[in-house]
């Protein structure tokens, strides 16, 4: 289980625990009296406020998300609620849709209008003020209710505000601690925008990516993607981006060097992206290595515990570095199989963003592993998809017709027992032959 999924399920649970928490020790003590609050059917009125406390409480969060986003100077591209959406269309006006959302119960995607200034402090705190004053209108409703409870007996009016507001505010105590929580869920959450918003380099980073993500959603060409020499977790992420942009080019070793970065500045970042980073130079060197060549470069540069990392496949990255090692260095059939049937589902966490990139080297992976086993059957629709479009014939023509820089003619000469690694591969891979 990947972290991600460890700190969703802790949440879930959370939520349960609340959720049961409340309806044992107030709701059900409440139904039991109904008659003395003047609730004629406590049942039904628990089930509607339920439905209605979702959609009230849903409404409040991405309410608060939009003003909090004018407040720190955003343009909203898209607000959805529920699959309902608004998006942004190229002329500026906005279209209803039914879309996809990252989030509970709905989503607020934004620009920033100044990648330098705009600030999301505001996006994340206006829903947390939206959630207190409900439960300050909420306290007061119950407060007016048990007093005309008190005063009026069995032929109270209002006494149903009592138990509605109690699970409205139960309701948005469940929906409120999965967006506060501090780690990235099923969905990217408020808090986990705050642990990584508190360094300004991931202000900007974060933004530079919302930007990326706008052009995508619009099928807009990408811009050049930055690279961040201050690395931290969050700009590794981006700085990926800037890796499967040299991929797209054709350049891996400028690849490899930008993944390099954030190898040689390992002491501040988790060990989580220092074994991403691994994972990410250890496909793209496999990839571009003969087989000798790569399986002296995996033997010495491979601790048994990063092997057994990749060996987990927790994401696309390491699925397509097994294949490499299993098909190309280990000539292992069934082990290329096992990773290969989990690209589908590994595919579909991929960011829109990055999944040009990231399926070209998928497509240079099973490409290599099909030239190298022509008998092998890889019955997998993604490798059946991907492999016929990028034939290692090609990627040899290319090397052929395109001079290399000096300095990568160089690399390509060196030796794989060399001291660094990142100079030997050549643009583009070889062949096994």
């Avoid at 309410?63 to 898209?78: C, V």
């Avoid at 607000?79 to 989503?107: H, M, R, V, Y």
Wanted: contains cysteine; hydrophobic residues 45%.
């Amino acid at each position: 289980m990947k972290k991600n999924d460890f700190a969703a399920f802790i949440v879930y649970v959370l939520m349960f625990a609340l959720a049961m928490l409340i309806g044992f020790l107030v709701i059900r003590g409440i139904v039991s009296e109904a008659n003395s609050w003047g609730i004629k059917n406590a049942i039904l009125l628990v089930i509607l406020s339920v439905i209605v406390g979702v959609i009230f409480n849903a409404l409040l969060l991405e309410f608060g998300h939009l003003l909090g986003a004018k407040a720190g100077g955003y343009t909203i591209s898209m607000w959805c609620l529920f699959g309902l959406a608004f998006k942004k269309q190229p002329n500026g006006k906005f279209k209803f849709t039914i879309s996809s959302f990252d989030g509970l119960t709905g989503e607020t995607r934004v620009v920033p209008k100044d990648v330098k200034k705009s600030s999301l402090s505001a996006y994340i705190v206006f829903p947390l003020l939206g959630f207190l004053l409900e439960i300050i209108g909420c306290v007061i409703l119950m407060a007016f209710a048990e007093r005309d409870k008190n005063t009026s007996g069995t032929a109270s009016a209002i006494g149903w505000m009592y138990l509605s507001a109690i699970v409205f505010m139960t309701v948005g105590g469940m929906i409120y601690l999965y967006d506060i929580f501090p780690a990235h869920l099923d969905a990217e959450t408020d808090g986990y925008r705050m642990t990584i918003l508190n360094k300004p380099i991931n202000r900007e980073a974060y933004n530079q990516m919302l930007i990326a993500r706008n052009r995508t959603d619009n099928h807009l060409a990408p811009l050049p993607a930055p690279v961040y020499d201050d690395v931290t977790d969050f700009t590794w992420s981006l700085n990926v981006l800037a890796v499967y942009d040299a991929i797209l080019r054709e350049k891996y070793i400028e690849a490899i060097k930008i993944v390099q970065r954030t190898l040689d500045t390992s002491e501040r970042v988790s060990q989580a992206t220092k074994d991403e980073a691994m994972a990410m130079k250890l496909s793209i060197v496999l990839l571009t290595l003969k087989r000798d060549d790569g399986k002296i470069y995996y033997d010495e540069n491979c601790n048994n515990e990063q092997r057994k990392y990749i060996a987990t496949l927790p994401d696309v990255v390491t699925a397509r570095c097994y294949i490499l090692i299993s098909g190309v260095l280990d000539g292992n059939q069934n082990e290329t199989n096992y990773a290969i049937d989990k690209l589908d589902k590994l595919l579909k966490k991929v960011p829109d963003v990055a999944k040009p990139g990231e399926l070209k080297l998928l497509n240079l992976s099973l490409t290599r592993v099909k030239t190298l086993h022509p008998d092998w059957t890889l019955d997998n629709v993604v490798a059946l998809m991907l492999a016929p479009n990028a034939p290692a014939e090609k990627a040899e023509d290319s090397a052929a017709s395109k001079p290399a820089p000096a300095a990568e003619a160089k690399a390509a000469e060196a030796k794989p027992a060399e001291s660094k690694p990142e100079e030997k591969p050549v643009d583009p891979p070889h062949s096994d032959k």
